[in-house]
């Protein structure tokens, strides 16, 4: 894939893709509750289709059309044990939810997955769910992992590691297990799967304190959840490269509708906020008790900014693409305590500062902060971009190349697994994006 400067700017009202958190969890819930869940706006992209092809191959039924995914749930011990290894591709959030469900199941199951997510850290998830009896196998920490179906037992478990990904697969297999659990959390993490379970009728209690910043998570086990009905907002991690393409090119400006807002995610809007981008939200409302809101971007001057450590917990995945926008900032940028990136879809530190190197970009890191000097002007070292098979790397420097290019992105089919429609979206909005086999010297 190429990406070619352009000069009319990103202009339209795109329709991006349902949020993927979302829309795993829009599966995952509904197949072991009672009940129907008609779900609209799901995301179709290759992770989201593994989790769906993980519960065909434990016996729920799943009906598809073009727009909606219907979920015959028959409660929290009707899953079947699956023919076969269940294979989740490049899904840390597969990997990492389905080990805390099938923990406390009543059979055996091994979780495998491409070259990418089983070089992934699970022990993450393994370690903490043994406190509650769990038997896990884990190839020296990775996939493959075998989960041994067993009866969990309730215990309170103090998350070291501040992750959305491991308090579900706990919340999860807490579901399944007789008593209180209590789940503490001392960093902010993204809370759908909470937001969802109190929806479908989880006996499920938060606590937030406010003099430490901790949240403790109580759920009672072995209470059936009752399927609702699920629409699926807009993606903001999707979004962000649209905005992003749109601030830093001329006569730019974008509506994007009915994106998710959720305050444990929104990192990316309040870190452009202080970077000056001309960002209008407006329309808030609550759907499924989500934040959902409208947005409008116009290109926009923008300055440098510092951002802490704790930003990091309400946007992790979106640094790639707020390099790019730092990239073009009138004034220095430092991005703190970025140590979760390294263990990403790739090592995203380290892809970011190479390709911004590549693209001429004064940066370097120091531990785990990221600091970008920007300039004037911009002398491209190198037009191929390395991407390891990431998809968030592939599209922020898509986006630098509507700026700054031409530029050849290696691998850029590993967008399809979480925005299938990148390409043909960016290009309907002024991008010039194209495909060829030969790559640019």
């Known amino acids: 894939m190429i990406s070619h400067p352009i000069t009319s700017g990103i202009n339209g009202l795109p329709k991006v893709p349902g949020d993927k958190s979302i829309s795993h969890r829009s599966i995952i819930i509904p197949s072991i509750s009672t009940g129907v869940c008609e779900i609209s706006n799901i995301l179709k992209s290759e992770d989201v289709k593994h989790t769906l092809n993980a519960f065909k191959a434990m016996g729920v039924k799943v009906e598809e059309s073009d727009d909606k995914l219907i979920v015959f749930g028959n409660g929290l011990n009707s899953l079947n044990k699956p ?99 209590n789940i503490i959390e001392n960093k902010v993490t993204r809370d759908h799967t909470e937001i969802m379970l109190e929806a479908f009728g989880a006996n499920i209690e938060i606590i937030n304190n406010n003099n430490n910043n901790n949240k403790i998570i109580k759920i009672i086990g072995q209470n059936e959840l009752v399927s609702k009905n699920i629409d699926v907002p807009n993606d903001l991690s999707s979004s962000a490269f649209l905005i992003v393409a749109a601030l830093i090119n001329n006569n730019s400006k974008i509506f994007l509708k009915n994106i998710n807002n959720n305050p444990t995610r929104n990192g990316l809007l309040i870190a452009l906020n202080k970077m000056g981008a001309k960002i209008k939200i407006f329309n808030q409302r609550l759907s499924n008790n989500e934040n959902i809101c409208d947005i409008e971007v116009t290109n926009s001057t923008l300055k440098g900014c510092e951002l802490s450590p704790e930003m990091a917990d309400l946007m992790i995945d979106e640094y790639p693409i707020l390099a790019v926008a730092a990239s073009f900032a009138n004034s220095p940028s430092v991005f703190r305590g970025l140590k979760e990136l390294r263990v990403k879809e790739s090592d995203r530190l380290k892809l970011i500062l190479l390709n911004l190197q590549k693209c001429g970009i004064d940066c370097r890191t120091e531990n785990d902060d990221l600091i970008i000097n920007p300039s004037e002007k911009y002398d491209i070292k190198s037009n191929l971009i390395q991407t390891d098979f990431d998809h968030r790397i592939a599209m922020a420097f898509a986006v630098m190349g509507t700026k700054l290019g031409p530029l050849q992105i290696k691998d850029s089919e590993a967008i399809n697994t979480s925005f299938p429609n990148f390409k043909n979206l960016l290009n309907g909005l002024g991008g010039k994006i194209s495909w060829k086999e030969k790559l640019l010297q």
């Open 83 to 181: 023919k076969k290894e269940i294979y989740l591709g490049n899904s840390g959030t597969s990997a990492r939810l389905l080990t805390g469900l099938l923990s406390s199941q009543k059979f055996d199951t091994i979780l495998t997955g491409d070259s990418s997510l089983s070089k992934r850290p699970m022990k993450r998830i393994s370690d903490p769910l043994s406190k509650m009896n769990a038997i896990i196998d884990t190839s020296n920490g990775t996939l493959p992992i075998k989960i041994s179906g067993n009866k969990l037992i309730p215990n309170k478990i103090n998350l070291k590691i501040p992750s959305a990904q491991i308090k579900s697969g706990l919340l999860l297999a807490a579901l399944n297990t007789k008593g209180e659990t």
